[in-house]
Structure formats: structure tokens, C-alpha cells
């Protein structure tokens, strides 16, 4: 039977999609993928969504929480199904192995449609199966992902839609995605319904990961937009003086409104956010010290090693010890 020309598309026929869960992936972004589709399915009082997880090896697959996720078999017990969705999070440049990717590009023209969820497009990009398509991962590596596949056209995006192939950039994401799938096959009812069984509201695709404003009512919105300058500018990082100016506020102000929203000062929680940028490099990259310490907005590798000890309790060199 021929595949249809897009899945994202109105249709009556029954999906199947198959998972593909590699290990140290968030069960977050799991359940982001699956509950939506379950949900659907509840609502709509048939199965309009089926899926199966596989698995590298067709073995249970370890989780970051500790839990193990049973699979149906390896990548081939994914045959049969329409869409495959590849699911990675930590040391996906270990776990997607010349294997694992050459049997991704084997089965590629299976299905219908291929993504990926958080780093699950870091598995597909290096197969190959994202060249000339545009493509989203986890905000913390899209600059790295850039870089290391100009053939792609990497975007900040929520999620992506790019022919036969889609990303998203995290579980949040993940379940933006799944909605406009609901969305898009049985319409916005469908939808909305699936959404309030979650308490939560889709979000548009090309809504940027990190935005000025947050839907946080516990924070001061001039504190939310302090945090995402902030965040975007880790490189180059502002002074109290410079992020309280763009907000048209006082230094003296904005310190006060974040000791009364977060009990740190503005610059503590700043240099918090470039340190914790500083060891998600450390763990999940093999980039020179020297090279995380400039793209963490720190003057020299001495400077970053002397905060990442003051902080952590322990120098950077710990994490690069482990196996």
C-alpha cells in the first residue's frame, strides 16, 4: 500500500509509529510523544494512533530516572509501521553508533515520515536523513548543531515540519507536536480536548524555545525578560547595570526584584546559568576547556575552573574523568 504524501495531513486511516528509544533519553520526552496519542485515542473512542518502542539492541532501554523502558525488538521490529520517531537526550553521540545509523538510513524510505525529539535529530542529521531539511534540537546544543551540519538549516524553533521529516526540540515541544498532528488528521476539537486532559495549551511551531516573555505567573515579567537576556547572552554576558538599562529599570530595582522573585541577586543567577551551561559542555561535549570557557563568558579556562570549583565543589577535570 502506498504511504500517504504527508502525515500531517486530514485522514481517517489508523497511524502507526514506531519509536525508536535510544538509552539516557528523558522519559519526559517519552511520555510527551506517546500520552498525547493515548489521549486522542480516548477521546476519540478508537485507535487512531498505534505505536511500538524499539530499541539500538531490542533490550530495555535505560532512562536518566532510572527506569527502564521495554522494547518490542531492535530497529527492524519497527517495519510495518508509517512514521518513526527517534527519541535521544544525553550521549547520543555514543549510543547512536555506525550501526544504529546505517540501519536508520537503510529503513529510511520505509516510512512516511522520520523525526526527532531533543536529540533525537542529532541521530538523524548524522545519517544523513536531515540534509537540505530544516530541523530543531535541544536549545542548549542548536549552536553546536549548526555548526556541525551546514547542510541542514538549523532554526530555534519549537518544533519543524520539513516534507517528510520533523524535529522538536524537547519534551514540551514534543507535545506541541503531537497536537498539531492530532490537529491536523482530526481537527481542532480533537485537539483542544487532548490538550485540557493535560491542563496545557499547544503551542505554535516557530515559537522560539527561549522567548522574552514567559507564561510563569509566579515570576515578575521584568524579571522573566531579565533571565531570558540572560540566557541568550551567555556568551557575551551583560553587567546588573546593562540588563537593568534594556528594562528601563534601576540596578538598585531590578537586584530587588530578584531577590524577591528567585533570593539571588541578578548577577548570582547569571553566572548560575553560565556555569550550568559550562557543565552541560563539559559532560555531553569533548570541547576543549578553553573553547567552553569562551563560549560561557569566561576570560580563560583558569577563570572558568576556579567559579566551576567554587560552585560544584569540584574542578571541571572531575567530569571529564568519568567513563
Known amino acids: 500500500m502506498a504511504k500517504p504524501a504527508t502525515i500531517f495531513a486530514a485522514s481517517q ?28 485515542n480516548r477521546h476519540l473512542g478508537h485507535e487512531a494512533f498505534r505505536w511500538r518502542v524499539v530499541s539500538p539492541d531490542g533490550a530495555a532501554v535505560p532512562l536518566t530516572c532510572g527506569i527502564e523502558l521495554p522494547s518490542s525488538g531492535p530497529l527492524t521490529a519497527a517495519a510495518g509501521a508509517d512514521v518513526l520517531i527517534v527519541i535521544a537526550g544525553y550521549r547520543q553521540s555514543e549510543v547512536a553508533t555506525k550501526p544504529l545509523l546505517r540501519d536508520l538510513r537503510r529503513l529510511a524510505p520505509r516510512f512516511a515520515a522520520i523525526g526527532g525529539i531533543d536529540a533525537g535529530g542529532w541521530v538523524l542529521a548524522r545519517a544523513g536523513l536531515l540534509n ?11 549552536e553546536d548543531f549548526a555548526a556541525s551540519f551546514p547542510e541542514v538549516e538549523a532554526v530555534p524553533d519549537r518544533f519543524t515540519l520539513s516534507g517528510p521529516r520533523f524535529t522538536a526540540g524537547g519534551a514540551a515541544p514534543a507535545a506541541d507536536l503531537m497536537l498539531h498532528l492530532i ?3 482530526y481537527g481542532a476539537a480533537l485537539a483542544l480536548q487532548t490538550a485540557a486532559s493535560f491542563v496545557t495549551t499547544a503551542r505554535p511551531a516557530d515559537e522560539p524555545q527561549i522567548t522574552e516573555t514567559r507564561p510563569d505567573p509566579r515570576l515578575d515579567p521584568r524579571v522573566a525578560q531579565a533571565i531570558a537576556r540572560m540566557e541568550a547572552r ?5 553587567t546588573t547595570a546593562e540588563t537593568a538599562a534594556a528594562l528601563r529599570l534601576s540596578p538598585r530595582r531590578l537586584e530587588q526584584l530578584f ?30 576547556l578553553a573553547e567552553i570557557a569562551l563560549r560561557t563568558g569566561f576570560s580563560s579556562a583558569a577563570t572558568l575552573s576556579r567559579a566551576f570549583h567554587k560552585h560544584f565543589g569540584a574542578p571541571p577535570s572531575n567530569l571529564r574523568k568519568r567513563p
Open 132 to 142: 537540505g531539511h530544516r530541523a530543531t534540537v535541544h536549545w542548549e546544543d542548536l
Open 234 to 238: 551567555q556568551e557575551t554576558p551583560e
Open 259 to 288: 531577590r524577591q522573585n528567585l533570593g539571588l541577586t541578578p548577577a548570582a543567577y547569571a553566572l548560575s546559568l553560565r556555569l550550568a551551561a559550562a557543565r552541560r559542555l563539559l559532560t555531553d561535549t569533548r570541547h576543549p
Open 183 to 185: 490537529r491536523t488528521r
Open 13 to 40: 486511516q489508523p497511524l502507526t509509529i514506531a519509536l525508536l528509544v535510544l538509552p539516557h533519553c528523558s522519559i519526559l520526552e517519552v511520555a510527551s510523544t506517546l500520552d498525547p496519542l493515548r489521549a486522542a
